[in-house]
């Protein structure tokens, strides 16, 4: 539950001022649902990693959840999908994870190279106008 | 309670679920976020009242209901969330920005 009210705290501290609205019940659900959805696989990761590097795995999968990157992802599964049969490959971070936990390097430097840095760069385009 | 405090149905439900379904741990956060952040600008009434943050509540309802299980509301507070916030907390504070207010 620590993690939805963080959430809801990033969220709205993340627009400036002036763009910032209470949150609605409508909108509080979905980010619960990710919240569950994202604690749900990140304990499936947890089963597969190797324990030295998990750690690392959550933190590049934390730092994409708190800008709201898996959000799509993540609600897509929870209204098309069940947990049983749920499948972790279908939230694009997450592959990169798994393939990080199984040691598939193949699947690896592909995400390194094209899906991983692409977003980083994304995002530090957004943020860096302001910095400046 | 709507009546005996002289409040609206959103504020009374709300009050209701603090006082009796949330945890204590989550109700002094939530002081704290209010009263820096202030309400208006922060969380509707509904988000409390309708249980977001009660004990047990699960958003695993309508199209997610399969999800109900993994999207309950327990009682141990999660550390990820603490972690993330002293970790991380530079991503959402560029340069430019006043953050505080």
Known sequence: ?132 | MAKAFNIGKAESDALFALSNDVSQSVCAELEKLVTTRGMAKFLNHDVIGKGTFSTGWTSGFGLAESWAEPCTNLVQDSTLATWVETQFAFVFQPKGLDMEK
């Open chain 1, 1 to 132: 539950m620590n993690l939805y009210l963080q959430r809801l705290v990033i969220d709205h501290d993340s627009h400036p001022q002036q763009l910032r609205k209470p949150v609605s019940f409508k909108d509080a659900v979905k980010v619960h649902q990710a919240c569950g959805a994202y604690l749900f696989f990140l304990a499936k990761i947890q089963q597969i990693a190797p324990e030295n590097q998990f750690e690392a795995i959550r933190t590049d999968l934390f730092i994409q959840f708190k800008a709201g990157l898996l959000d799509p992802d993540l609600l897509h599964i929870v209204e098309s999908q069940v947990p049983a049969n749920a499948d972790i490959k279908a939230v694009s971070a997450f592959r990169l994870a798994v393939a990080k936990s199984t040691g598939d390097m193949t699947y690896l430097l592909y995400f390194l190279q094209h899906s991983f840095d692409a977003q980083f760069e994304s995002w530090t385009s957004i943020f860096f106008p302001l910095a400046k």
